[in-house]
């Protein structure tokens, strides 16, 4: 069983950064790849970033590639989410989640999710 809990949500300028933290529980976080996915009002949850086991292999959506960066610190059982250049697109509620299985775009792969941090970017 994993745990998840996100933090660093907020209100931001459009320009401005923030970073997301996912705090995990569990003995076994080093075994889970890890994702970020999104939900705007009236959308459906869509992927954002993930990073496997064990930090090396990455992949983003194409829609925040260069702006955004996703670690992750196994010592720590955190992952972060780096968010610079927000734009008010970028509004929605960020859940962190986790998979047994290798990095996944499919946000039905996922087998834990935290309850989300909202992001607002103002323009």
């Known amino acids: 069983q994993v745990q998840l809990v996100e933090s660093g949500g907020g209100l931001v300028q459009a320009g401005g950064s923030l970073r997301l933290s996912c705090a995990a529980s569990?003995?076994?976080?080093?075994?889970?790849?890890m994702g970020w996915f999104r939900q705007a009002p009236g959308k459906e949850r869509e992927f954002v970033a993930a990073?496997?086991?064990?930090?090396?292999?990455?992949y983003y959506a194409d829609s925040v590639k260069g702006r955004f960066t996703i670690s992750r610190d196994n010592a720590k059982i955190t992952v972060y989410l780096q968010m610079n250049g927000l734009k008010p697109e970028d509004t929605a509620v960020y859940y962190c989640?986790?998979?047994?299985?290798?990095?996944?775009?499919?946000?039905?792969?996922?087998?834990?999710w935290g309850q989300g941090t909202h992001v607002t970017v103002s323009s």
């Open positions: 989640a986790a998979t047994r299985g290798s990095l996944d775009l499919s946000r039905g792969k996922y087998d834990y």
């Open positions: 569990g003995r076994t976080f080093s075994n889970y790849a």
């Open positions: 990073v496997s086991w064990s930090g090396g292999s990455k």
